[in-house]
């Protein structure tokens, strides 16, 4: 079964200085992997996502992510935060194996805190 | 934003309380999805659907049924409501197995 690992619960940054939420993952297939964000109080909604084709994925917001697949990885980045940029997020990895069809595996997320 | 409206999006039930949650996309995708999202958890999985009258269990479904009687709406229902079910669902779409989920904005259901 696929899984999805979020290294850090909490990360904070002061505005300006760049932000990297970690992922890994764990998969027997080429997944599909995703980044959420959550505002407060809010729905979700999709940053990027990678389905194999290039491995730097670039994202609404100023955000990107590499898919590193000798890592297992699918960390998140941006160059420089903005207070607008504290939500939760999380890494999403699409679960094809085993038969499940269409389950998405959600890590526990990361709340993303950013100091003026 | 994608048309999926969730109902109630606020509701508080009391204990052994049957409560019926409603998830109605306009999208015409084929996948739906229940998920509960509460503090250090993320969002766990309660059941999905693949097809009208094709659904499938999730990793937290005991307690939960759903149905999808039409491609448009997907019911969850808790059979009899305990204060561990206390928590915000979401409803999700996609169109294939892999693509991305647009999301519902959430019922917050307290059982009291």
């Known amino acids: 079964a696929q899984s999805v690992t979020q290294l850090d619960s909490h990360v904070s940054v002061s505005e300006g200085t760049p932000v990297l939420l970690r992922c890994n993952y764990s998969s027997s297939y080429s997944p599909s992997l995703f980044w959420y964000v959550q505002h407060p109080n809010k729905g979700l909604q999709l940053l990027l996502k990678y389905t194999s084709a290039a491995t730097l994925v670039k994202g609404i917001n100023g955000f990107e992510a590499e898919f590193k697949k000798s890592e297992t990885s699918f960390h998140l980045t941006k160059p420089s935060a903005h207070m607008s940029d504290a939500a939760e997020y999380f890494c999403v990895v699409s679960d094809l194996d085993g038969g499940s069809q269409g389950n998405l595996i959600f890590g526990k997320g990361t709340k993303l805190s950013v100091k003026p | ?112």
């Open chain 2, 1 to 112: 934003d994608a048309g999926i409206t969730q109902s109630p999006r606020h509701k508080v039930t009391e204990t052994g309380t049957p409560v019926t949650l409603r998830c109605h996309q306009t999208e015409n995708h084929r996948y739906m999805y229940w998920y509960r999202q509460d503090p250090g958890h993320g969002l766990r999985l309660i059941h999905y659907s693949y097809g009208v009258k094709d659904t499938d269990k999730g990793e937290v479904s005991d307690g939960y049924s759903v149905s999808r009687s039409k491609t448009e709406d997907f019911l969850l229902t808790l059979e009899s409501a305990t204060s561990s079910q206390t928590s915000v669902y979401f409803c999700a779409i996609t169109e294939t197995g892999d693509t991305e989920a647009f999301f519902g904005q959430g019922t917050r259901l307290t059982v009291v």
